[in-house]
């Protein structure tokens, strides 16, 4: 295994529904799901801190406990949140074989930066921060450190170098990281607002036509 497999003790769950997981988690349960191709799903629950310490190092595969003797070895499938999306509320796995290939999501880890990005005007952007993997279950990884220190400006999927029997399935040419410049952008708006200020006042030639001049005293009261 590219890493060890936790083993995590679970319960079978015999009461179903959105009152029982409630209860269930209020009480530091969490529910779950075990799918397999040949055998029906099973509702299992187990222990909230502890599937989300595995969760959070990163690991993929786990064998599931419940007791009988039989640990089943699954993959993380899916995970479902609260609807303000902050806290965990049910897990689904999926039964695999450790020879099975699979793919999965792996979050990436950075280190170091583009030569590019301490250049003025430059932003470092990840549109990336995880990429799928296609691999055996048993080759799973628990992330991807990639060092972008001698990294010029782009950082593509076809940069990456991956273990043997790991491979990224999308295109080679999709950027993982890259450093963009608004330089140029800071300095068009400064050109515009500039050719603004040196543009001159035209006086309106219909105000210059309307304007009237006073008429001159006359000297009659004046005459003897």
Known sequence: MAQETPIVKVELRDKLGTKYARRLRKNGRLPATVYGKENKP???????KEI??????GSHVMELDNGDGSPATV??????????????????FARVDLQ?????????????QPIAASET????????PEIEIECMVKDIPSSITINLTDVEE?????DLELPDGIKATLDPDRHIAHVTF??????EVKEVIEGEEETPEVISEVAEEGTT????????GDSE
């Open 42 to 48: 099973v509702s299992v629950s187990m222990d909230e």
């Open 52 to 57: 989300l310490t595995h969760l959070h190092s």
């Open 75 to 92: 993959l993380v499938k899916d995970l479902q949140f609260g609807y303000l999306g902050d806290n965990l509320i049910h897990v689904d």
């Open 100 to 112: 099975q290939i699979v793919r999965v999501m792996i979050r990436l880890q950075f280190v170091g």
């Open 121 to 128: 005007g430059a932003i470092l952007e990840i549109p990336r």
């Open 154 to 158: 782009i950082f593509t999927i076809g």
């Open 182 to 187: 608004v330089k140029e952008e800071v300095e």
């Open 213 to 220: 001049e006073e008429p001159e005293p006359t000297n009659e």
